[in-house]
């Protein structure tokens, strides 16, 4: 009989793509694999998966009331179901994990998305979490995260070793056509995407930038967040309805579509404001990559790095949007450093994908199998 895993995640499943892969390469080794989560008004892709899902159904939209439903759920729901190892994503559902994987005596695997104490703004909660931090996280003997940065940070503070599985897409999906709106012919696409549209992450600015660019150019929103109210506002009040749109969450094949048919993909995690965004690796930026397209990013820590590996992009020094305006006039006058960035994007393509990462999740689950 095949070993049984239950994934639970707090985050939309139909956009975590992340988790998605991991179950898909996890089945692929035979497991039983169960994905929980809570409901939301996106189900597309949900049926072609190859492993269970469960969705809960949660009346709070965001916030602790939000977070404490979905762990009450989430809690009765394990007590009460078989299964070999448990599988928590991200602070938000390991308290529940934890409490019943060890009552049970199963293993229990950790997966932090990000350095999640400098994602959450309010007090209160923030003191909750980092109380179930500090009382779990020593504790743990199976960790994974995204990117070396957050792993350093963990293992200094509480001596656990931890695996980096980098959150890098699948290296071949479908290629869809897509027609642009006429009035968008011809244009270079300047691109911000992703499923954390929030603070700090320089949307407001990339909305000012606009002013200071040529009509040649326009700006689009694809995904979701916090912020995206504002910067509508925003639009409205400078007049740039006709050059900034906004395509609220796609389907992951119809999002790359738009992404291959942009000059410049933009990161402009706010580094000046805390940790958080100093550690960003988006995946994002890995959809760009896998797109061939440019990327014009601020200087965070891993998303540099790669950048300058490869030589694929450029960076904003500061926010100001007059000053970032000029930094994408220059980039699109530099023909030559263009097409070479766009030459070295099929190089680093070929190897930031998960046919590749995913060897360091086989190895990870061979270790648990064998309890080493």
Known sequence: MNKKIIVSVISDIVTDQRVQKECATVHKLGYEVLLLGRKSSNDFGLDKLHYKVL??????????????????????????????????????????????????????VYDSHEYFLLTVSKKFSRNVFEKIER????????????????????????????????????????????????????????????????????????????????????????????????????????????????????????????????????????INFNDEHLFALPNKFFDYIKAGLPVLSSNAVEIKAIIEQYNIGTFIHDFNPENIAAKIIEVGMDEQSYMLWKQNLVKAAEELNWENEEDKLVAFMERLRSGR
């Open 55 to 108: 969705r809960f159904w949660d009346p709070f939209k965001r916030g602790p009331f939000m977070y404490a439903f979905f762990n009450f759920q989430l809690f009765f729901y394990l007590l009460f179901k078989s299964a070999d190892i448990l599988w928590a994503n991200d602070l938000d559902t390991l308290l529940p994990n934890y409490l019943i994987a060890k009552l049970k005596r199963i293993i229990l």
């Open 135 to 270: 009382y779990v996280f020593p504790k743990l003997r199976n960790v994974v995260t995204v990117n070396n940065s957050i792993k350093d940070v963990y293992e200094k503070k509480y001596g656990v070793p931890i695996t980096v599985i980098r959150n890098v897409p699948f290296k071949a999906t479908p290629v869809l056509n897509i027609i642009l709106p006429p009035e968008n012919a011809g244009k270079r696409i300047l691109l911000m995407q992703g499923i954390g549209l929030n603070e700090n992450r320089g949307a407001e600015e990339a909305v000012e930038m606009m002013q200071f660019l040529p009509d040649k150019y326009v700006l689009y929103f694809i995904g979701r967040g916090t912020i995206l109210p504002r910067l509508k506002k925003l639009v409205a009040e400078l007049s740039l309805e006709k050059r900034i749109l906004f395509f609220g969450v796609l389907p992951y094949d119809e999002m790359m579509a738009y992404t291959r048919l942009a000059f410049l993909g933009l990161i402009f995690e706010k």
